[in-house]
C-alpha cells in the first residue's frame, strides 16, 4: 500500500462527515497565563466513543463502500479506543466485528466495545493478540482493520488536524501523541499543507519508546516486552512501515515519564473541566518542555486523542 497524501484526508473528510463530530477546540486562560503563551486543545474526547480513532476506522469502511468491496466480516487488534471504533463504525455499516485485545484492556473501553455489538477476544499479551488477528484475517470475507498502519486510517485520523488548522488558520506548533504513528501521520500530511511553518511533534511515553528508538536507529525497533505506562493507547510494540517514514519528518520528539503523564492527566482534567485519558495528556509534557525552550509568545496546537480512562486507571 503507497503512503497516503494531503489529497486522501481532503477526501477522507468528506467521506466521514456524516459519521463523525467535528470536535471543538479549547483553552484556558489559567494555563495560558501560567506558561506565557497560548495553547489550543482539538477535543477528541468529545468525539463520538470518546477518541480520534473512529475517524480512521469510519473512514477506511466508507472507502470500502465506495468501491462496493465491504467485507462479510471484520477483525481488528487493538489497546481500547482502535476496539471502540471499529464496533462502532463496523455497526453503521451492519457487518459483524471481532477485536482481539489483552486482559489488561481498560475496562470502560472493553465494555463500551461490546455494547456498540463486537466480540471481544483477549490474550495475556499484545502479541499474541496480534498473532490471533493474523490468522483470523486469513479466513474468506474477512477484512482486518489496523489501528494505524493503513494509508486509509492515516489519511481518517488527518481530519482531526485538518479540522482545527481550519479553524485556527495560523500555529507555531502542532503536538500529538505517538503510538503506532497513524495520528501523528495524519497529523503532519494535514499541517504541511495547511501550515508548513508550523513545527509537528510527537510524544511518546518513556516506559514504551519504540518510536523513539527507531528514530534513533532509522528502523523500526520493536519493543522488547510488554510496556507497562499509564498511557495505554501509546504501548504499541512497534511503529508501522507506513507510518515511520512520516515520523521520520517530524520536527521533534520527545520522551514522557509517568510522572509527567500522570501530572498532566489530573491538571488538564481541572484546567479544561473535560475527561481526559493519559495518553491524550501526555503531549502536554512535550508542549511545556517546548515551551521553556522559545524566546518568545508562542501559539501551540494539541491534539487530545481521547477521553477514556476507567477508575482504576485514573485512581492509579
Known amino acids: 500500500m503507497s503512503l497516503p497524501t494531503f489529497d486522501d484526508v481532503l ?3 468528506q467521506r466521514i462527515k456524516p459519521h463523525v463530530h467535528r470536535t471543538p477546540i479549547l483553552n484556558s486562560s489559567l494555563l495560558d497565563s501560567w506558561l506565557g503563551h497560548r495553547v489550543y486543545f482539538k477535543v477528541e474526547a468529545l468525539q463520538r466513543i470518546g477518541a480520534f480513532k473512529l475517524r480512521g476506522a469510519i473512514n477506511v469502511l466508507s472507502w470500502l463502500k465506495e468501491r462496493n468491496e465491504l467485507p462479510q466480516q471484520i477483525v481488528a487488534n487493538s489497546s481500547g479506543n482502535h476496539a471502540q471504533a471499529v464496533a462502532y463504525a463496523a455497526a453503521q455499516f451492519d457487518i459483524p466485528a471481532t477485536i482481539y485485545s489483552t486482559k489488561t484492556v481498560s475496562r470502560v473501553k472493553a465494555a463500551a466495545t461490546r455494547f456498540y455489538g463486537a466480540e471481544l477476544a483477549l490474550f495475556d499479551t499484545r502479541v499474541e493478540a496480534d498473532t490471533a488477528v493474523q490468522e483470523a484475517a486469513k479466513q474468506p470475507g474477512t477484512l482486518w482493520i489496523p489501528p494505524f498502519n493503513h494509508a486509509q486510517i492515516i489519511a481518517g485520523q488527518g481530519t482531526a488536524a485538518l479540522e482545527a488548522l481550519q479553524d485556527l488558520k495560523q500555529v507555531d506548533a502542532v503536538f500529538a501523541p505517538v503510538g503506532g504513528g497513524g495520528l501523528m501521520s495524519g497529523t503532519l500530511l494535514a499541517c504541511r499543507a495547511l501550515c508548513p511553518d508550523a513545527q509537528v511533534i510527537g510524544a511518546e511515553p518513556l516506559a514504551a519508546n519504540d518510536a523513539a528508538n527507531s528514530l534513533r536507529a532509522g528502523k523500526i525497533v520493536a519493543l522488547p516486552g510488554p510496556a507497562n505506562t499509564l498511557a495505554d ?24 515519564d509517568e510522572a509527567q503523564i500522570a501530572y498532566w492527566t489530573q ?23 517546548w515551551l521553556q525552550e522559545q524566546d518568545k509568545p508562542r501559539t501551540a496546537l494539541v491534539i487530545l486523542s481521547g477521553g477514556n480512562i476507567d477508575q482504576s486507571r485514573m485512581q492509579e
Not at 491538571?267 to 518542555?289: G, R, Y
Request: no cysteine; charged share 10%.
Open 233 to 256: 493507547g501509546a504501548a504499541t510494540p512497534s511503529v508501522g512501515d507506513l507510518t515511520f517514514p512520516f515520523l521520520q519528518q517530524l520536527d521533534d520528539f520527545y520522551e514522557v
Open 11 to 13: 477526501a477522507a473528510s
Open 267 to 289: 491538571w488538564l482534567q481541572h484546567l479544561l473541566k473535560i475527561h481526559v485519558e493519559p495518553t491524550s495528556a501526555m503531549s502536554m509534557a512535550a508542549v511545556a518542555s
